[in-house]
């Protein structure tokens, strides 16, 4: 099975994901990008626990959207309730990973990262 390469920006930091080791914790769906992102140390707030209850773990899609599952209508319901939300907004806990893929975390919820972050 192959790997999938999962970046976070702004921290510049690019993790590989293996489908074989789903799920990597608890949070959000099993290879999702809030279960690969907080198993590699990428902080992204998630104030319901990853359950698609609320929009704090939004991300930007900024490469490979083709490359996560399809939002529910559910999930854009909720993705519309966060601020600097777009068409290429994501909930982190609902958007599972099938391929390569880069993300934007708004720094209103990145849980103690600064711009300035080295990877």
């Keep these: 099975m192959p790997k999938y390469r999962v ?3 702004p ?3 690019t993790v590989e994901a293996d ?3 789903y799920p990597y914790g608890d949070h959000g769906l099993p290879g999702s990008l809030l279960d690969i992102a907080l198993a590699f140390g990428v902080p992204i707030e998630h104030a319901c626990g990853g359950v698609g209850a609320c929009a704090t773990c939004h991300v930007i899609v900024t490469a490979g959207e ?3 599952s399809p939002p529910s209508e559910e999930e854009l319901d909720q993705v519309e309730l966060a601020p600097e939300s777009s068409p290429d ?4 806990c609902l958007a599972v990973v099938r391929g390569d893929v880069t993300v934007r975390i ?7 990262v600064s711009e300035n972050a080295s990877p």
């Design 11 to 13: 921290m510049g930091k």
């Design 66 to 68: 083709e490359n996560l």
């Design 19 to 21: 489908p074989a080791a």
């Design 89 to 92: 907004s994501r909930l982190a």
């Design 106 to 112: 708004p720094g209103w919820n990145r849980n103690a």
């Design 7 to 9: 970046t976070f920006q």
